[in-house]
């Protein structure tokens, strides 16, 4: 999921984009190529402080849907600057912008999460090799996506974008229906998100009684 929405291709090939799809000339590829990677630095203390007062899904569907607007809108201004259209140059710096928009979502949305989220959602027997599996998933198709990349800017070109415009859209109802919200709750009460006698109303309550016991406890004991 995290792959195929294109953030490595934008990491990796950032100068190529910069130059052969925005159109910009090969000192300026490089220079924004190293802001881009600098914002995306920036960008990714954003999340430490969201994760856990927002929330796992919201940070995923809201950003997952805003980088699935950001490759569409991309796809349309690329297709102007490959087609040299009047509007050519205000098109390359609007999809230059873009890719900054995008790799802040991405960071916002992605860099905490995907990490977190797979450790959180595997129940206690399961959650090393489960830990591991998804770790070695996001690498391989690191490595899948880096590869198709350059050829799919060659060939099809904008179109490159409207793939990853799609991937980042069709994750949104995934992770609404399938990916339960852990923030706030401990490891152990994730296995009983599955059961068919508690939800997650329910253990965020018994959750907040058990802090609020403990909290008395620790008063009356002082």
Not at 16 to 34: A, D, E, I, K, R
Not at 95 to 115: C, E, K, N
Not at 212 to 217: A, C, P, R
């Amino acid at each position: 999921m995290q792959q195929l929405g294109g953030n490595n291709a934008v990491l990796y090939y950032a100068n190529t984009l910069f130059q052969n799809s925005v159109g910009f000339s090969t000192h300026m590829s490089g220079l924004m190529s190293g802001y881009l990677n600098t914002w995306f630095f920036i960008a990714s203390f954003i999340p430490y402080l969201l994760i856990d007062r927002i929330g796992r899904r919201p940070l995923l569907m809201s950003m997952l849907a805003l980088s699935g607007a950001v490759m569409a809108v991309q796809a349309a201004l690329i297709y102007q600057v490959q087609y040299a259209t009047p509007i050519a140059r205000q098109a390359g710096i609007g999809a230059a912008a873009m890719l900054f928009v995008y790799l802040g979502a991405f960071a916002i949305g992605f860099q905490s999460t995907v990490w977190v989220y797979p450790a959180e959602i595997l129940p206690l027997r399961l959650r090393q090799r489960g830990s591991s599996i998804s770790t070695a998933s996001n690498w391989i198709f690191n490595y899948m996506v880096v590869q198709i990349t350059p050829p799919a800017i060659n060939n099809i070109g904008w179109k490159t974008y409207i793939i990853f415009a799609i991937f980042n859209s069709c994750w949104v109802p995934v992770i609404y229906f399938f990916y339960p919200e852990t923030k706030g709750l401990q490891l152990e009460d994730v296995d009983r998100l599955f059961s068919k006698t508690d939800d997650l109303t329910t253990l965020m309550q018994q959750h907040e009684k058990h802090i609020t016991v403990e909290h008395v406890g620790a008063i009356e004991g002082v």
